[in-house]
Structures are given as structure tokens and as C-alpha cells.
């Protein structure tokens, strides 16, 4: 409770300041309009009447927008999750096939999945498919490194233990590896979570595409210029990030009580 009033606090103090800004004209009115324009129109967006292409209206499928972004950021993670878990057990277990794939992996990892978006126009056009393979590129990787981080940490006991009891290798992995790694691997889909809507919303405005909440965004840049729509889209955005990181979150105390490390963050 506590923390949630601190959070409420900082949030009154930051919209006091931008209005205050914009009241005494430190922030154009233009282009950053006051939190008295723009929270209003947030809600505005879910109205039935929104209309990109005429700039005296305040509403047009925003809905359809949003729930475009949203379906594909849930099929890229659970894509993003169906490759990482499975190749970071892989990873994990077996050191001879780590050294082997280290230089590729240390290579594609830092490459920026905006900066791929042109090859992948080129490869898969400016549609769906582009949104979700490099939602996954960027997603993958989180996922990956925390499930190889879990099993180096595994204790050595609990592995030789379950060899004494004649376990072979792949169920070792499963009855011992994977439920030790569960909590790390929660916490890098948290993490991923916000890459993914991140890349989809990024992917969306910069590559255009028929529909989501970058697209939204581009046509009234593009189009009206209205930036009290522009910037209630955006905090309409983080709103929704924060949503989806602490219902993780909340999902992650729930499932791993008994990992006091994993569920206290």
C-alpha cells in the first residue's frame, strides 16, 4: 500500500509539473499539449466516432488497432518462448554444444532488431510476419541467457543425486533443471514481455503495416499532426506496459512462492 501511494505521489507531481509547464509556457502548447488535453483523450480513443482520416473527430478504430498490437505481442512470446526454453535447456546441459554456437550467438545478440527491419521487409514484406519475427529476435534473447544463467546455478548435489537414482541426462533435465530454472525463465519473460510490445509498436510505426498502435500513430502524425492524440496514444502505450510487467509479476509470486530470490523482485 505503501508503495503504491509513493507511486500515485510521483505520478500527481509529474503531471502537476506539466501542467505547470505548459500553463506558463515551458512546454509549447503546440507540440507537448497540458495533461487536461491529453488524459482526456485517452479515454476518448475507445469512443465509437474516432475517424483518422477527419481531424475534427476524436475517435477511429483505435480498438481494432489495439487489439491487433496485443494478439501480436501474445503470439510472438509464446514463439519467442517455444525457441528460447527448449535451446537455452539445450545451451544449459550440454557445454560442448554452448562452445560450439558461443560465437554465432555472441554475434547476433547485440544486432538491434530495428536494424534488421529493412532485410526483413525485403524477406517477408511489410506485414504481420515482419511485427512477429523481430518481436521473437528481440525477445528471444532474455529468455534464452536467464534459462543457461539457471542451470550453471543448479546445485552440483542435486544433479548427483539424481544420477544415484539412475536418472539419465534428459530426465535429470526435466525432474531436476527445468524446475530449478522455472523462476529465472518467468523472469525472462517478464522481461521479454516489454521488449515485445516495445519491438511490435516500434515495428508498426516505422515500417507501417495495415493496422496497430504504431500504425494509429503514424496516420495522425502523418496526417492531423494532432499531438495530444499522438502523446495519449504514448502514455496509453506505457500504461499498458506497466499493466502486462505487474500482472507478471504478480503471476511469478503466485507460481514461485517457494523461491524467495525469483519472487521478491
Known sequence: MIRFLRGLVGIVV????????????????DYIPPPTTVIPRMFELFGPTFNVNDTSSTSSHFIDDLVATMLTWLLALLIAIGIAVPLGLILGSI?????ATRVIIEFL????????IPLIIVMLGSGVETKITLAVYA???PILFNTIYALDEIDPLLLDTARSFGLGKARTMFTVGLPHAAPF????VRLASAVIL????SVEYLAGGVIGIGKFTLDWASGSGRQDVILAVT?????????????FLKLQRVLFKWNTVEAGK
Not at 557445454?95 to 562452445?99: A, D, E, F, N
Not at 545478440?109 to 534488421?116: E, H, K, T
Not at 502514455?235 to 500482472?247: C, H, N, S, T
Open 14 to 29: 509529474i503531471l502537476a509539473a506539466w501542467q505547470l509547464g505548459s500553463f506558463t509556457g515551458l512546454f509549447p502548447q
Open 95 to 99: 557445454p560442448s554444444v554452448r562452445v
Open 109 to 116: 545478440r547485440p544486432i538491434p532488431s530495428v536494424a534488421i
Open 139 to 141: 525477445a528471444v534473447w
Open 185 to 188: 525463465i518467468f523472469t525472462g
Open 198 to 201: 516495445i519491438v511490435v509498436i
Open 235 to 247: 502514455i496509453l502505450a506505457g500504461v499498458i506496459g506497466y499493466l502486462l510487467d505487474g500482472g
